[in-house]
T-cell receptor, first 114, second 114 residues
């Protein structure tokens, strides 16, 4: 069975500080993709960053970086220099090259404190 | 360019009514996904289309749920004889190819069954 686990229901971070949102995954497939999405209160899912299972370098996109530890099956999202607009739900997701499904975690609610 | 659009944004249905939810994907996107997102949860996969072909419908919760994409662009998710447990946000996403690529999400339709 495929599974994504996000163990932090809620997180708080001071503005301008960095924060790490945890994600672990479970799959027996060798080829898969890992994604992070942001969902503000408006409801739309916004793509942030992608990591392929064969990528050796950690993915980075602006203030977002993905700390990929394959042996531990973890794909933590690091947000640097937090901004008030970063307050939202964050979902980790996994896709498999053998299928057409996305598996989402239960999400982490991030609140940035001024 | 235009993103994924969904209509209606909000739908209130009485138990037992049929509803139809529409998704307009990004032009040229081959793949289209439907998800159900219950309050406080991550999206759950419902079904997947590649062009007009429904390749995976394993996530549809019952035979009351039906999806189509007859011309390979616009898709409709139909729920017959709605039940209270159908209340959720229904998200549509599209992408260029299969599920290993970044998915672009619509704003969702919030369905409330009374």
């Amino acid at each position: 069975a495929q599974k994504i686990t996000q163990t932090q229901p809620g997180m708080f971070v001071q503005e301008k500080e960095a924060v790490t949102l945890d994600c672990t995954y479970d799959t027996s497939d060798q080829s898969y993709g890992l994604f992070w999405y942001k969902q503000p209160s408006s409801g739309e899912m916004i793509f942030l960053i992608y990591q392929g299972s064969y990528d050796e370098q950690n993915a980075t996109e602006g203030r977002y970086s993905l700390n990929f530890q394959k042996a531990r099956k973890s794909a933590n999202l690091v947000i640097s220099a937090s901004q008030l607009g970063d307050s939202a739900m964050y979902f980790c997701a996994m896709s498999l090259n053998t299928g057409n499904q996305f598996y989402f975690g239960t999400g982490t609610s991030l609140t940035v404190i001024p | 360019g235009a993103g994924v659009s969904q209509s209606p944004r909000y739908k209130v249905a009485k138990r037992g009514q049929d509803v139809a939810l529409r998704c307009d994907p990004i032009s040229g996107h081959v793949s289209l996904f439907w998800y159900q997102q219950a309050l406080g949860q991550g999206p759950e996969f419902l079904t997947y289309f590649q062009n007009e072909a429904q390749l995976d419908k394993s996530g549809l919760p019952s035979d009351r749920f039906f999806a189509e994409r007859p011309e390979g662009s616009v898709s409709t998710l139909k729920i017959q004889r709605t039940q209270q447990e159908d209340s959720a946000v229904y998200l549509c996403a599209s992408c260029e190819l299969g599920g290993t690529y970044e998915q672009y999400f619509g704003p969702g339709t919030r369905l409330t069954v009374t």
